[in-house]
C-alpha cells in the first residue's frame, strides 16, 4: 500500500465571522455556503516555505500554484478548510489529511485535541497569535487596518506550521490504512457526491407536521399542555390512569417517568383505552422536533450535493459518530422520518450500492470466543438469532411462524452476548430496544438466561478470561496478550492494542472498593466521568472495535480493487457507495464479496453482508 502524493501542502485558512454569523451557532456546512462568507486570509506550509495571502484573488493564485495532483491537503479539522477549498476555489487534491482525526485515534476521545493543547503536548507553545482573532470579530476584509490584516495572517501562519508540527509527531502512531480512512471520511464532506431530492424532504417535513397536528386535534389539548409534565399528569389522572415515577438520578427526587425509555409510560402505548394512547402519543410528540429540524436542515442542503459529516473515531471504539446538524449516521430506518434516509440519491449516471454486513457483532463475538457451534450456524447460512429461541424455549422456532419468540432470540444474542443481566434484557424486550417491543414476566426472562448462558459458555467463558486479562494488564502496567487484542496498563491508564495497530484507550484506570453492581471494582475516568469496567464491558467494546477495524480495511479494499467507485458515507456496520449505473451489478457482486471476506487477522470468522442496488438511500 502507498499514498498517493510525493508532497503535503498544510492549510489553514481564516474567515469572517460575527456574533450571529459564527461557528458556534451555525452547523458548519451552512456556515461555509452562506452568502456572508468571506475568506480573509489563507496561509500555506509546503516544504519548507510557510507562503500567506490575504483576500480571496491571491488565495485563489497561491493555491492554484500548487500542483494538487501530486500533494497531499492537510489541516487541523480538514473537513472545515476542505469543503471550502472545493466550494470556493476549486481545489482538489491527490490526498486528505486531518490532525484533528490523526489525533483521536492517538490519544483517544476523552481529551481536547485543538490545535493549541495538541502542540503542548508535543512541547511546543500554540495558538501565540491568539488575540489576533478576537480583533476582528465582525469586520470585513476591506474594514481592516493593515495592522489588522498582518496580524491575522501572521496567526494564520502560525496555525499552518503548527498543524505540520503536530503532523509529524502523529504520524509514526497512524498507520497508512487508517491515514486511508481519513481521508475517506474527508472527502465524504469535502468532496460530496450524494444528491438531495428535496421534494421527499418537504414530504417528510410536511407528514410531520399533519401528524403533530391531528395528535393535537384529537387529544384537544395545546402543545403546553402536554409539555408540562405537571399538567400531563393531571390529565391522564383524569383518564383514570395513575401516572408512573421513578428516582431521578440527578436530584435522587421522585419525578415523573414520562420519558419515552421509561417502561411504565412507553407500556402504556398499548392501552385498552383510545384516549389515553393518544395521550401518550401526543406527549412524546410534544417532545420530540427532530424531524422537522433535520427535515428543514437537509433541505437547505439541495442545489448542491451534501456534504456527509463523519467525525472519524468519535467513539471510544473507533467507530465514526455523526453531526453537523444532520447526523447521516442516524437516519430513521422506518416509520417517523423515513423519508429523510429516502431523499439521499445518487447523482445522474450512478447508483447506489448499499451493503450491509449481517450481524457482526453476533459473529464477530463467537469468532473471538471460538463459540464454535455458533460459527457452524453462521457459516451455514441458518438463522442464528431462531436457533437461539429454539434452544430457549426447547421448541422449534422460526422467523415466519414464531417472530416474537425469534425478536426474543435476537434480543439474547445481542443483549446477553455482552453480559446482560435478566432485568436489562427484561427491560430491553419491554422497550423494544431492538426490534419490537415484547412483554415478558421476569421469572421467565432470567430462566431463558440462564439457558442461553448454559448454551453458549464459550462466549460466557470470554467475557471472565477478557476480563481477568484486562484487570492483570491495568493493575499491574504490563502487557497480557489475549487472542487476537493486547491488554496494556501504563501510568496514563489502559490500552487494548487491536490487530489493526491502533488502540482503545482508558485514562485513569484505577481499582475502586465500591461495590459495582456488575461485580466490578475496575473503573476509568473519562470524559463523562467515573465509569465501572465491567466484564461485559470490555467485551463489547472489543467486538465493536474489531468490527470497526474490519469494516474500515473492507472500505479501503473497495478503493484499491474497483475503479470509479466513491465511498459516499458509512453507518455503523453498512457502506454506501456510489458506482456507474451501467456496471451496478458487477459492482455490487464485487462489493459483496469484499464485505463478506475477513482481514487477514479474523481467518475463520464466517462473515456474510446483504448487498442492495438502488438510486435512493434504500435497502429493498
Not at 455503523?572 to 471476506?597: K, L, Q
Request: charged residues 25%; neutral net charge; proline residues 4%.
Amino acid at each position: 500500500m502507498s499514498l498517493p502524493f510525493d508532497q503535503i501542502a498544510f492549510v489553514d485558512m481564516e474567515t469572517f465571522f460575527d456574533s450571529e454569523y459564527t461557528l458556534k451557532k451555525m452547523a458548519m456546512t451552512e456556515y461555509i455556503r452562506d452568502a456572508r462568507f468571506e475568506a480573509q486570509t489563507c496561509a500555506v506550509r509546503l516544504g519548507r516555505r510557510t507562503m500567506k495571502a490575504v483576500g480571496s484573488g491571491d488565495i485563489r493564485t497561491m493555491l492554484g500554484d500548487i500542483d494538487w495532483s501530486r500533494t497531499a491537503f492537510c489541516a487541523h479539522h480538514a473537513q472545515f478548510d476542505g469543503l471550502i477549498a472545493t466550494h470556493h476555489f476549486g481545489v482538489y487534491p491527490a490526498f486528505w489529511l486531518d490532525t484533528l482525526s490523526m489525533a483521536r485515534v492517538v490519544y483517544g476521545v476523552d481529551s481536547s485535541h485543538a490545535l493549541g493543547p495538541l502542540c503542548e503536548r508535543f512541547g511546543r507553545k500554540g495558538k501565540v497569535h491568539g488575540q489576533a482573532l478576537k480583533d476582528v470579530q465582525g469586520i470585513r476584509l476591506v474594514d481592516m487596518s493593515y495592522r489588522q490584516s498582518a496580524n491575522l495572517s501572521e496567526y494564520n501562519g502560525d496555525d499552518a506550521e503548527d498543524a505540520a508540527f503536530a503532523f509529524e509527531k502523529l504520524r509514526p502512531f497512524v498507520t497508512e490504512e487508517e491515514l486511508r480512512v481519513i481521508d475517506m471520511t474527508v472527502r465524504m464532506y469535502a468532496e460530496p457526491v450524494l444528491v438531495i431530492d428535496e421534494e421527499r424532504v418537504q414530504r417528510a417535513y410536511a407528514d410531520e407536521c399533519e401528524r403533530k397536528a391531528k395528535l393535537l386535534e384529537t387529544v384537544a389539548l395545546p402543545m403546553t399542555e402536554l409539555s408540562s409534565s405537571d399538567k400531563f399528569a393531571e390529565h391522564l389522572k383524569a383518564l383514570g390512569v395513575e401516572p408512573p415515577t421513578k428516582i431521578s438520578l440527578r436530584t435522587q427526587k421522585r419525578t415523573w417517568a414520562f420519558s419515552k425509555q421509561d417502561i411504565e409510560f412507553k407500556a402504556l402505548l398499548a392501552h385498552s383505552d383510545d384516549r389515553v394512547r393518544n395521550l401518550i402519543e401526543a406527549r412524546l410528540m410534544s417532545k420530540s422536533t427532530l424531524v422537522e429540524t433535520r427535515a428543514k436542515t437537509i433541505a437547505g442542503r439541495a442545489g448542491f450535493p451534501t456534504p456527509i459529516y463523519l467525525k472519524y473515531w468519535g467513539a471510544r471504539t473507533g467507530r465514526w459518530s455523526g453531526g453537523d446538524g444532520a447526523n447521516y449516521q442516524n437516519l430513521p430506518k422506518k416509520g417517523i422520518g423515513f423519508e429523510l434516509r429516502r431523499s439521499l440519491c445518487a447523482p445522474p449516471g450512478t447508483t447506489l450500492v448499499i451493503s450491509d454486513a449481517s450481524q457482526i457483532e453476533a459473529r464477530m463475538l463467537a469468532w473471538a470466543a471460538g463459540q464454535q457451534d455458533v460459527l457452524d450456524a453462521f457459516a451455514s447460512g441458518n438463522d442464528v438469532y431462531a436457533l437461539d429461541a429454539t434452544n430457549m424455549y426447547g421448541r422449534a422456532i422460526n422467523k415466519d411462524d414464531n417472530p416474537n419468540e425469534r425478536q426474543v432470540g435476537k434480543t439474547f444474542r445481542l443483549g446477553a452476548g455482552y453480559g446482560a443481566s435478566g432485568r436489562k434484557i427484561n427491560y430491553m424486550m419491554k422497550i423494544g430496544a431492538i426490534g419490537p417491543a415484547i412483554v415478558q414476566p421476569s421469572e421467565e426472562t432470567e430462566q431463558l438466561i440462564a439457558a442461553w448462558r448454559a448454551a453458549n459458555s464459550a462466549i460466557v467463558r470470554y467475557w471472565n478470561e477478557a476480563y481477568d486479562s484486562a484487570v492483570t494488564a491495568f493493575m499491574n502496567r504490563q502487557q497480557v496478550p489475549f487472542g487476537v487484542v493486547c491488554f496494556e496498563g501504563t501510568a496514563r491508564g489502559g490500552y487494548i492494542h487491536l490487530p489493526n495497530n491502533t488502540w482503545l484507550f482508558y485514562p485513569g484506570v484505577h481499582w475502586t472498593n465500591t461495590d459495582c453492581t456488575r461485580g466490578s471494582g475496575m473503573a476509568y475516568v473519562g470524559r463523562k466521568g467515573t465509569t465501572n469496567f465491567w466484564r461485559g464491558l470490555v467485551v463489547e467494546n472489543i467486538i465493536q472495535a474489531l468490527a470497526r477495524a474490519g469494516l474500515a480495511h473492507q472500505l479501503v479494499q473497495m478503493e484499491d480493487e474497483l475503479d470509479e467507485i466513491r465511498i459516499a458515507t458509512t453507518s455503523h456496520d453498512e457502506a454506501i457507495t456510489v458506482v456507474p449505473e451501467a456496471e451496478s451489478e458487477a459492482y455490487a457482486r464485487e462489493i459483496n464479496r469484499i464485505m463478506s471476506t475477513p482481514p487477514e487477522w479474523a481467518r475463520g470468522l464466517p462473515l456474510s453482508a446483504e448487498t442492495h442496488i438502488s438510486p435512493i438511500y434504500e435497502k429493498h
